[in-house]
């Protein structure tokens, strides 16, 4: 198994290797791990674990037992690159899709290959617990990521509500015509989500970008009010115009108390609402969080760095995202 940068990971998931060799057939799969909660004793279906629980595994050289309890995961396929002794990728997604589907029936039936429905509810089937033993880890699962046809914008949005009633993120919108492009997803297909939540950060420290920016801080490390101080929740350089992250350069250098060079501890004085994706729990920021795929939305000259959100407001957002949803 390889990450998206080519970095070997099968280590970290030792669970997912016997589920796969189920694939009798040699494959190139396209999918995600994800952690996983297996379905309730009351009958509710398995779903996905908030990305802060898979942090738990990624880069662990040695995964023990206890861990793999811990954090069960699950092998996601969303498509294939190559079956059948052939590239598939030239192929269109419908015809992709088609041959996944013969992929996957070949081996249903053997045990720790867990197959949804592909064209059914947006309901995955879940990981088999182990009864036998409290100490035994369960078989890991292979689920193919089902498929359904939105004919309308209400539809769409019915769908939508529904995946994040699950605590998904939200839906990827794709053309049934569209061959598979490594490495970057263009027109075809398009990713529908909606912020978490917003908070309003001020920024404590700032870098100089990289390209076209790198002559300009574009860079900005941002943090929330923890009692009397400032703690660190997050960095992002994406939603400001080129005008004004010009502005905020010449304000930033003019306000610097620390000059390392590349980067700069600056006043907090400028008040960034920055939208995001999810709270993880973090080591890298003394403030123990760190907002997932942070982006600002605007500047909030309106606002007093003693007015920004506190420490307490991101830790309701991480709790409330820990909550299990019903399905």
Known sequence: MFSRTLDEVTES?????????????????DGEIVAWASAGENGEAGRALPFSQLQQRLGRKRVTEAMMRRVPVTYVVFDVLYAGEELTIDKPLRERHAILDLVFSSARHL??????????ALV??????????????????????????AESAQELDRLFEAALARGNEGLMIKDVESP?????????????????????????????????????????????????????????????????????TQWFQQHTLEDFGFRRLVEPRIVLEVAFNAVMKSDRHESGYALRFPRIL??????PAEEVDTLQRVREIYEKQQMPTSV
Request: charged share 25%.
């Open 111 to 120: 045990q720790g290959v867990l197959v949804s429905d592909p064209q059914g």
């Open 298 to 303: 605007r500047l909030r000259p309106d606002k």
């Open 13 to 29: 998931f030792p669970e997912l290797p016997p589920a796969l060799a189920a694939f009798s057939n040699d494959v190139i799969l």
């Open 180 to 248: 598979y492009t490594p490495g970057r997803r263009g027109k075809s297909w398009l990713k529908l989500k909606r912020e978490l939540a917003t908070l309003d950060v001020v920024v404590t420290a700032v870098e100089f970008g990289h390209g076209k920016r790198a002559g300009v801080l574009s860079d900005y490390t941002f943090a929330v009010r923890g009692g009397e101080r400032l703690l660190n929740v997050g960095k992002a350089y994406s939603g400001l115009t080129d005008v004004e992250i010009a502005e905020m």
């Open 124 to 149: 995955f089937e879940p990981a088999v617990p182990d009864r036998k033993s409290a100490n035994s880890v369960a078989p890991a699962g292979v689920l193919r990521a089902p498929v359904l046809r």
